[in-house]
């Protein structure tokens, strides 16, 4: 078990571009959850997975982001026209389909957006 | 909705305990968690309580709970230099149809050798 993994770690992009985000959870966990993180503040949940169905999605979720779970594995996070308010850290976890588990995060993607 | 409060600094001498406090507001905050945020890294779990629990002990963490000020601790005996991070309070408001864990803006302690 090699935890959460997420790529690419760091990622510089021009206003107005698209980026693509990619989490791979633990083998075994069926949920999955995105969260974002500015500097100075906590995560902020941006939407959850159970196994392939999204069942919750933050208004912070604009149109402009999109996340899938193809077959209940791996995600990604993709982002349209990107903003420059759209920097931030952003955090992948997973965890068993059990509430008092806690949460396992990955590293995390941090998005420059110039 | 739900909003969890931390202090935002604590700075300790090394070999003291070191009190990290969390305040939230909704009470039916089933699970309470606290984990650890070091640079450039994602978040740590560092242990959790369930609100039927006042306390829990694990190793040097001990974790406080008081239903009744919605307050939450966490102790660290004999902080060390690598204790030196950011630490999140995180709570799950156990309401019908939500997944997510609410964290608060995260409490920076610094040990000092």
């Known amino acids: 078990d090699t935890g959460v993994s997420q790529n690419p770690r760091h990622k510089i992009t021009k206003r107005g571009q698209n980026v693509t985000f990619r989490c791979d959870p633990i083998?075994?966990?069926?949920?999955l959850y995105w969260y974002r993180q500015t500097l100075g503040q906590g995560p902020e949940f941006l939407t959850y997975f159970q196994n392939e169905a999204q069942l919750e999605k933050s208004r912070l979720l604009s149109d402009r982001f999109s996340a899938e779970r193809p077959k209940g594995s791996f995600s990604t996070l993709e982002i349209q026209r990107t903003e420059q308010g759209d920097s931030a850290m952003y955090l992948c976890a997973s965890s068993l389909d059990r509430v008092d588990y806690g949460y396992t995060f990955g590293s995390g993607t941090r998005l420059t957006v110039v | 909705g739900e909003d969890v409060e931390q202090s935002l600094f604590l700075s300790v001498r090394e070999g003291d305990s070191s009190v990290i406090n969390c305040t939230y507001t909704?009470?039916?905050?089933?699970?309470l968690y606290w984990y650890k945020q070091e640079p450039g890294a994602g978040l740590q779990l560092l242990t959790y309580?369930?609100?039927?629990?006042d306390m829990k002990q694990d190793q040097r963490l001990t974790v406080l709970l008081n239903k009744k000020d919605k307050h939450l601790s966490l102790r660290i005996a004999d902080t060390q230099t690598g204790d030196s991070a950011i630490y999140f309070c995180a709570v799950y408001p156990y309401t019908s149809g939500t997944y997510k864990y609410i964290f608060g803006t995260g409490t920076r302690l610094k040990v000092l050798a």
């Open positions: 083998s075994e966990h069926n949920r």
């Open positions: 309580i369930f609100s039927n629990m």
């Open positions: 909704d009470s039916s905050s089933t699970y």
